[in-house]
């Protein structure tokens, strides 16, 4: 930045710099002290005014990164959401990982998917050449009883809240295959094993068939799913049973 731009700023920038670098000494002063600091101790460990020091604790501590108790200062709670922020980033990154092979191997396009605050919500999607992914062209959330996705989604659960679903979302038409009445789409989902895949032929997309697998730990609903064009349906039953094998050779935690 030359003078013109320190100008037009009035310095106020590398004053906030200098403010982030002096808060960012003093969490790393409060992260070596297991038993806690005082902020004098604070300061002199930082190198830090001790009026600088108290507005800046007061500041962290405000935000959650710091917490005060008995004179002392601690790590807070937000500096733990950071470091699960970076361990989402790395989950995110192998699960594409695992979905993308997962695709190669099958031919398919492939999703992933949970139930989570009573909806369905597809976290990722691996596509490839001549493995295209579905459109979402009605929503997924609302269009459950219709795509292989929800329906083994909807099979993970209890019979009341599968109830519970299809009073909010009633199921609709959305292809000459779509099963609409919803009794029908209770009996299917009560019918399907907790271990099986879930097939649907043409009842989300015209075109399209697919194919999910449930996957169950703990408190965490959960699917993997394929799609193939119509073309390639006669794959679709040994697709389905691959994708089921190399989903349950895989380390259940990765949907956590």
Same mark, same amino acid.
């Given at each position: 930045m030359d003078g013109t731009d320190r100008g037009r700023t009035g310095g106020r920038e590398p $004053?906030?710099?200098?403010?982030?670098?002096? @808060? +960012?000494? %003093? %969490?790393? !002063?409060? #992260? &070596?002290?297991?038993? &806690? @600091?005082? @902020?004098?101790?604070? @300061?002199?460990? !930082? &190198? +830090?005014? %001790? #009026? $600088? $020091?108290?507005? +800046?604790?007061?500041?962290?501590?405000h935000e959650g990164y710091l917490q005060r108790l008995e004179g002392k200062f601690y790590v807070g709670e937000s500096v733990d959401g950071i470091g699960r922020a970076g361990d989402r980033q790395a989950w995110q990154a192998d699960l594409r990982t695992r979905i993308a092979r997962l695709g190669e191997e099958l031919g398919a396009a492939v999703y992933f998917a949970v139930y989570r605050d009573g909806e369905v919500r597809v976290v990722d999607v691996v596509a490839g050449p001549g493995r295209p992914a579905v459109a979402e062209w009605a929503d997924f959330r609302a269009t459950a009883h219709a795509h292989a996705v929800g329906l083994c989604l909807l099979s993970q659960l209890g019979e009341q809240e599968r109830r519970d679903h299809l009073a909010r979302h009633p199921p609709e038409g959305l292809t000459p295959a779509t099963v609409t009445d919803r009794a029908a789409v209770l009996r299917r989902l009560a019918a399907v094993g907790p271990t099986r895949p879930v097939l649907e032929r043409q009842e989300y997309q015209p075109g399209t068939v697919c194919a999910a697998v449930p996957i169950t730990v703990g408190a965490v609903v959960a699917t993997m799913a394929l799609s193939l064009p119509l073309s390639q349906s006669a794959r679709l039953p040994a697709a389905a049973e691959r994708l089921r094998e190399l989903v349950g050779a895989m380390t259940p935690s990765f949907v956590l």
């Open positions: $004053t906030l710099i200098v403010s982030v670098q002096r @808060a +960012l000494r %003093l %969490l790393e !002063a409060v #992260g &070596g002290q297991d038993r &806690g @600091a005082t @902020a004098k101790q604070l @300061a002199r460990q !930082a &190198g +830090l005014p %001790l #009026g $600088t $020091t108290y507005h +800046l604790l007061r500041t962290l501590t």
